[in-house]
């Protein structure tokens, strides 16, 4: 069973590109969240989704960021027109149900340059 | 909006000695996890606590809920080389959006 698979790995976006992060969950999970960790700090909550839905966005900047979980396919964290402030690791996280064990994937580096 | 605390921010500690994070919520937790966290890692679920004054056990990790489930503690018994990392605490009251803690960095002196 493999683990939570985020990819890619590294991005490195230019100023006013968009930035396209994948998260697959583990088998048999419907519950994805995305967090976002700056060096040297904790995770911050950025958006929980179950499939097809949005549960819970209260942390993610309203412009230029959304994310989706379709019933087919990975979940997406998608950042358009990016920013230096962008810059950050993101990690996904899913659980087969709500309030339980949450496994991480290993994120994925954002660089703005 | 819930705000979770934690203390110390960072400890050095010599391999032997014994390791404590305390973490601090805002508000009553419904439940709270803790994660340790490697340099350049990912976060790993160690454990989950869902009653007041909960106390578990994981060999020489001895995780504790408070009576009033708005405070929770991690304690390392004899610290190894390999305890490094980052410990958070992650708590929700009860919307399963966990909020996380501020995390403790422990470096441990061989």
């Known amino acids: 069973n493999a683990g939570v698979m985020q990819n890619p790995r590294h991005l490195v976006r230019r100023r006013g590109q968009e930035a396209r992060l994948r998260c697959s969950p583990m088998k048999g999970h419907s519950h994805v969240y995305w967090y976002r960790q700056l060096p040297e700090e904790g995770l911050k909550f950025m958006v929980y989704l179950q499939k097809e839905n949005i549960i819970d966005e209260s942390g993610m900047p309203k412009e230029r960021f959304s994310a989706e979980f379709p019933k087919e396919g990975p979940s997406i964290l998608r950042i358009q027109q990016v920013v230096r402030g962008d810059s950050a690791a993101y990690f996904c996280a899913s659980s087969r149900m709500g309030g339980t064990e949450a496994f991480f994937g290993q994120g994925t580096r954002l660089t703005v340059v | 909006g819930q705000q979770v605390m934690q203390i110390p921010q960072y400890q050095h500690v010599q391999e032997g000695e014994d390791f404590t994070t305390y973490c601090n919520s805002s508000t009553t937790l419904s439940n709270i996890q803790w994660y340790k966290q490697r340099p350049g890692g990912h976060p790993v679920f160690l454990i989950q606590l869902v009653k007041s004054g909960e106390v578990k056990k994981q060999k020489r990790l001895t995780f504790q809920f408070g009576e009033a489930k708005k405070n929770s503690s991690l304690h390392i018994t004899a610290t190894q080389t390999t305890d490094v990392g980052t410990y958070f605490c992650?708590?929700?009251?009860?919307?399963?959006?966990?909020?996380f803690g501020t995390g403790t960095r422990l470096k441990v002196l061989a």
């Open positions: 992650a708590g929700t009251s009860g919307t399963y959006k966990y909020i």
